[in-house]
């Protein structure tokens, strides 16, 4: 089936309550198509400034150096053009194209190409920041976008999104895994296995599978609507990194860490809309303030790789963990170990300049951009009627997954130890650095967990510190879908009920958030997609939320 017909037979049937109509948005302008052979990969633009923004493309050609031209414009046809240049490119950065164009009017729509040989690239559309009064702005969060799991319609509702002006993608753009790890099986029955057909160690494997999910028209269509301003997670390396190493890392068979860091981190730069590091900064220290004229400031967060210490594992302390008072010993001494950083001096230091600076021009609004999740969100008793329904006995495949659950359900332990629940000293230093700033009203915005999230957040001694919105997996599954689709809803609702940070959750459909700012509330829509496994699907809105001001605290209304 085509891309064109699926595409209108899809939307066809949209959700009136999303309010997403066909026209609007140019996906791929008056370019070719993405089976171009000079621009294959499409066009993307990203991290966005006041004067200026980074366009992207790649020239799909042979060994030898290419030269071509880029220009910007202020209509979609690129007949009024504004500004434009020149780009060489080839093998040494795998013959990506990134450009800032600079220069521009504030608060601007803008459209741009590349040209080259005669061929002209999609037609992308992009804006600078708008600097003084703004009264309105639209993100969409999104986050694990596993190829492999199935279809990135949600990105392609994204893109036909009218009330999106950025898209922030919270990390775990790709994934590192071969064909026989996750995903693998799901990739192969639908034709989207992962390439290189390997776990991608070096730099050509991670030149390569950033190529593979560029290729994807569903991402080229999300890519030339809107820009987008991303930061990694894990995937993008390795799963559950951390300064000196990562669990999906075997320096035996697969060399030393930081080279393979150092060859991800490269890959990533070339391969997205980012801008490169400021001087006297290294690829892993991205950190960014993006101020949205006088309504909002958005800081990104690194999480990974410049501060993170050693995660720890739950299966290492199997035989510490029996009783209440092991597990209340093992999250004071273990996981809230002094010392156990998740930032970087560097981005604290940088977290609470941005954060005065916001505070003193007076934005009602401060976002965090942040990887993994910040709740205490800690692990329910399992009832025994849910066991019964699970029908789970010894020998099963998931049985091993049950009693893991039980055991953390009993001790009321957090469900993982990854996130922030598994650094509880650093969220106190966080929640610190936020507080001395005067930024008590956080709206944390999250990625990771294939999971939506609506969450309240307080300090160790209980001040309130903000919310947090969580967005669910393009395409990675909950992690508790094996447990079936109606299990995994019992244990969202008793995960929901068992903790106070959690209002709302929800880890069994695909989709994002879309959150939209105005001066004193904000709205947010849960989007869910209704099928993942196929280019026939429907959007559906999953739940509603608003945000209200309130004496300088956040609250849901």
Same mark, same amino acid.
Request: aromatic fraction near 10%.
């Given at each position: 089936?085509?891309?064109?017909?699926?595409?209108?037979?899809?939307?066809?049937?949209?959700?009136?309550?999303?309010?997403?109509?066909?026209?609007?948005?140019?996906?791929?302008?008056?370019?070719?198509?993405s089976?171009?052979?000079?621009?294959?990969?499409?066009?993307?633009?990203?991290?966005?400034?006041?004067?200026s923004?980074?366009?992207?493309?790649?020239v799909?050609t042979?060994?030898?150096?290419?030269?071509?031209?880029?220009l910007?414009?202020?209509d979609?046809?690129?007949?009024?053009?504004?500004? @434009?240049?020149k780009?060489t490119?080839g093998?040494?950065?795998?013959?990506?194209? *990134?450009?800032?164009?600079?220069?521009?009017?504030?608060?601007?729509?803008?459209?741009?190409?590349?040209?080259?040989?005669?061929?002209?690239?999609?037609?992308?559309?992009?804006?600078?920041?708008?600097?003084?009064?703004?009264? *309105?702005?639209?993100f969409?969060l999104?986050?694990?976008?596993?190829?492999?799991?199935?279809y990135?319609?949600?990105?392609?509702?994204?893109?036909?999104?009218?009330?999106?002006?950025?898209?922030?993608?919270?990390?775990?753009?790709?994934?590192?895994?071969?064909p026989?790890?996750?995903?693998?099986?799901?990739?192969?029955?639908?034709? @989207?296995?992962?390439?290189?057909?390997?776990?991608?160690?070096?730099?050509?494997?991670?030149?390569?599978?950033?190529?593979?999910?560029?290729?994807?028209?569903?991402?080229?269509?999300?890519?030339?609507?809107?820009?987008?301003?991303a930061?990694?997670d894990?995937?993008?390396?390795?799963?559950?990194?951390?300064?000196?190493?990562a669990?999906?890392?075997?320096?035996?068979?697969?060399?030393?860490?930081?080279?393979? @860091?150092?060859?991800?981190?490269?890959?990533?730069?070339?391969?997205?809309?980012?801008?490169e590091?400021?001087?006297?900064?290294?690829?892993?220290q991205?950190?960014?303030?993006?101020?949205?004229?006088?309504?909002?400031?958005?800081?990104?967060?690194?999480?990974?790789?410049?501060g993170?210490?050693e995660?720890?594992?739950?299966?290492?302390? &199997?035989?510490?963990?029996k009783?209440?008072?092991?597990?209340?010993?093992?999250m &004071?001494?273990?996981?809230?170990?002094?010392?156990?950083?998740?930032?970087?001096?560097?981005?604290?230091?940088?977290?609470?300049?941005?954060?005065?600076?916001s505070?003193?021009?007076?934005?009602?609004?401060?976002?965090?951009?942040?990887?993994?999740?910040?709740?205490?969100?800690?692990?329910?008793?399992?009832?025994?009627?849910?066991?019964?329904?699970?029908?789970?006995?010894?020998?099963?495949?998931?049985?091993?997954?049950?009693?893991?659950?039980?055991a953390?359900?009993a001790?009321?332990?957090?469900?993982?130890?990854?996130?922030?629940?598994?650094?509880p000293?650093?969220?106190?230093?966080?929640?610190?650095?936020?507080?001395?700033?005067?930024?008590?009203d956080?709206?944390v915005?999250t990625?990771?967990?294939?999971?939506?999230?609506?969450?309240?957040l307080?300090?160790?001694?209980g001040?309130?510190?903000?919310?947090?919105?969580?967005?669910?997996?393009?395409t990675?599954p909950?992690?508790?879908?094996?447990?079936?689709?109606?299990?995994?809803?019992?244990?969202?609702?008793?995960?929901?009920?068992?903790?106070?940070?959690?209002?709302?959750?929800?880890?069994?459909?695909?989709?994002?958030?879309?959150l939209?700012?105005?001066?004193?509330?904000a709205?947010?829509?849960f989007?869910?997609?209704?099928?993942?496994?196929?280019?026939?699907?429907?959007?559906?809105?999953? @739940?509603?939320?608003?945000?209200?001001? &309130?004496?300088g605290?956040?609250?849901?209304?």
């Amino acid at each position: 089936m085509s891309y064109r017909i699926s595409r209108r037979r899809a939307l066809a049937g949209l959700s009136a309550g999303l309010a997403l109509p066909l026209a609007g948005c140019t996906l791929g302008g008056a370019g070719k198509t993405s089976s171009d052979t000079r621009f294959a990969h499409g066009v993307a633009s990203g991290d966005p400034d006041h004067d200026s923004v980074v366009l992207w493309t790649r020239v799909s050609t042979g060994a030898k150096a290419v030269s071509g031209e880029w220009l910007l414009a202020s209509d979609a046809d690129c007949r009024e053009v504004i500004k @434009r240049g020149k780009f060489t490119t080839g093998a040494d950065r795998d013959f990506t194209v *990134k450009v800032l164009a600079d220069g521009l009017a504030s608060g601007q729509r803008y459209y741009y190409r590349f040209d080259c040989d005669g061929e002209s690239s999609p037609v992308g559309r992009t804006m600078s920041l708008p600097e003084g009064h703004l009264d *309105k702005l639209g993100f969409a969060l999104a986050s694990c976008s596993n190829y492999p799991f199935g279809y990135f319609n949600a990105y392609e509702i994204i893109a036909l999104d009218p009330d999106v002006d950025v898209v922030l993608h919270l990390g775990d753009y790709l994934y590192e895994y071969g064909p026989d790890g996750y995903g693998g099986e799901t990739g192969e029955q639908l034709g @989207r296995a992962h390439q290189p057909p390997r776990e991608i160690v070096s730099l050509s494997d991670y030149r390569q599978r950033h190529a593979q999910y560029k290729a994807d028209l569903q991402s080229q269509a999300m890519h030339a609507a809107h820009p987008l301003i991303a930061i990694w997670d894990d995937h993008e390396s390795a799963n559950n990194p951390w300064q000196d190493g990562a669990e999906n890392h075997q320096p035996d068979t697969e060399g030393d860490w930081q080279t393979r @860091r150092r060859v991800s981190l490269q890959a990533y730069y070339e391969w997205m809309p980012v801008r490169e590091p400021g001087v006297g900064m290294g690829r892993d220290q991205r950190w960014q303030h993006f101020r949205f004229g006088d309504l909002a400031s958005l800081v990104i967060l690194e999480t990974r790789h410049s501060g993170r210490a050693e995660q720890i594992e739950y299966a290492d302390y &199997r035989e510490q963990l029996k009783t209440s008072e092991d597990a209340q010993r093992f999250m &004071r001494e273990i996981l809230g170990a002094p010392g156990r950083n998740m930032l970087s001096s560097e981005m604290e230091s940088f977290l609470g300049e941005s954060l005065r600076e916001s505070v003193t021009a007076g934005r009602p609004w401060r976002l965090i951009g942040n990887q993994i999740p910040m709740a205490r969100t800690h692990m329910p008793p399992i009832p025994q009627d849910l066991v019964e329904q699970l029908d789970i006995e010894p020998g099963h495949p998931l049985y091993e997954e049950l009693t893991s659950v039980q055991a953390r359900g009993a001790l009321d332990l957090p469900l993982y130890t990854d996130p922030w629940d598994g650094y509880p000293w650093a969220r106190e230093k966080f929640y610190a650095t936020c507080s001395e700033a005067g930024a008590e009203d956080l709206l944390v915005l999250t990625g990771d967990s294939h999971s939506f999230w609506q969450n309240q957040l307080f300090t160790g001694e209980g001040k309130p510190m903000g919310l947090e919105l969580g967005t669910t997996g393009i395409t990675s599954p909950g992690d508790f879908i094996n447990f079936g689709v109606e299990g995994a809803r019992r244990m969202d609702q008793l995960v929901a009920q068992h903790n106070r940070e959690v209002i709302w959750t929800e880890g069994v459909t695909h989709g994002y958030v879309r959150l939209v700012l105005t001066r004193d509330e904000a709205s947010v829509d849960f989007v869910g997609v209704d099928n993942i496994l196929g280019r026939e699907y429907r959007p559906f809105a999953v @739940r509603h939320a608003g945000i209200q001001r &309130r004496d300088g605290h956040l609250s849901y209304s």
